[in-house]
């Protein structure tokens, strides 16, 4: 069965940088787009990141343009998620999941829709001070 892996997450100071991992496996990583979602307390499980299979295309939420970076290693089955520039508003509980679709395109809407993925990590927390 599928499974994916968090890792990485942590106590940074506003500012300070993180770098998320994701490694799965029991599935062919490299014919899927992956995402990250986050979900701090109180809060609905909302959309941070996407990359296409092949890692050529990306997507983000607004709030993170410009300082998270979403990546991939086909050959290893892991993905990225490198957070700079922190904020305390980014504090939340990050999750890695895998897209329903083989082969599906960033465009379709439900890239950032819970819906649209069929496999769930186990969360890294990240909280950040101010």
């Known amino acids: 069965q599928v499974q994916l892996v968090e890792s990485g997450g942590g106590l940074v100071q506003a500012g300070g940088s993180l770098r998320l991992s994701c490694a799965g496996s029991?599935?062919?990583?490299?014919?899927?787009?992956m995402g990250w979602f986050r979900q701090a307390p109180g809060a609905e499980r909302e959309f941070v990141a996407a990359?296409?299979?092949?890692?050529?295309?990306?997507r983000y939420t607004d709030p993170v343009k410009g300082r998270f970076t979403i990546s991939r290693d086909n050959a290893k089955n892991t993905m990225y998620l490198q957070m700079n520039s922190l904020k305390p508003e980014d504090t939340a509980v990050y999750y890695c999941?895998?897209?329903?679709?083989?082969?599906?395109?960033?465009?379709?809407?439900?890239?950032?829709?819970?819906?649209?993925?069929?496999?769930w990590g186990q969360g890294t927390q990240v909280t950040v001070s101010s």
């Open positions: 999941a895998k897209r329903r679709v083989p082969f599906s395109t960033l465009n379709d809407p439900s890239t950032e829709e819970l819906y649209g993925y069929n496999a």
């Open positions: 990359i296409n299979w092949s890692g050529a295309s990306t």
């Open positions: 029991g599935l062919t990583f490299s014919t899927y787009i």
